[in-house]
Structure formats: structure tokens, C-alpha cells
């Protein structure tokens, strides 16, 4: 239980520096037992490869500073499409463009999810 607890601390964290920096359409796709990777997914994309590149080097600062392990960190330097391995959270930024292309959200649509953007009204 207290696993859990700390789990849900942890990506409310992650998705509180999202928003921090303005990323959009965030979306959580809770996927634990049915990868074996992570337990958590979470999709979000910033309006160009700069905004990409200010919100992953955030997530990145802040894990560090709260003494998460950020395990790998890819497309970084592109700005496009960045991966942040957290462990049992794996964050993805994408441009809008990247996103729509590559079809992320279609593969996690019948995995639950959460749009934090209506929880918030």
C-alpha cells in the first residue's frame, strides 16, 4: 500500500513539472502488468522542439532534485519526440505533428487513462 502511495506521489510530481512548463494534452496511461517496463505512461507535447527541449531538461532537473533516478533520457537533443525513463514512469514529449504521426495514444487506447486537462475543470 505504501508503494502505491509513494507511486501516486511521484506522478503527480511529474505531471505538476509538465504543467509548469506549459505542456499540453497530457495524457496517463496506467499500463502496470501489461508491459513489463514500467507501470505508468505519460504522454504530453509542447509547441515546438525548443518548448520540448525546456520541459524534458525541467522533468530532468526535477527528478534529480527529488532524488529520482532518471534511468535514460533520448531526443533530447532534437526536441521531437523525447523519452525520460523514471523507472516505473516513462514520460514522452512530442511535438503535436510527431505525435499525431507515430499514433502513441492509439496504442494505449484500450489500456486505462486518465486526460488530466478534464480533471482539472
Known sequence: MEEIL???IKLEAIVAWLQEKKAENIRIYEVAGKTD??????????????????????????????????????GVEVGQWILIDIGDIVVHIFLPQTRDFYKIDELFEKVKNRDVNEEMQ
Open 37 to 74: 517496463y514500467t507501470d505508468v505512461i505519460v504522454v504530453c507535447e509542447g509547441s515546438a522542439d525548443l518548448h520540448n527541449k525546456a520541459i524534458a531538461q525541467h522533468v530532468i532537473d526535477m527528478a534529480k532534485a527529488n532524488h529520482l533516478n532518471v534511468l535514460s533520457k533520448e
Open 6 to 8: 509513494q507511486d501516486n
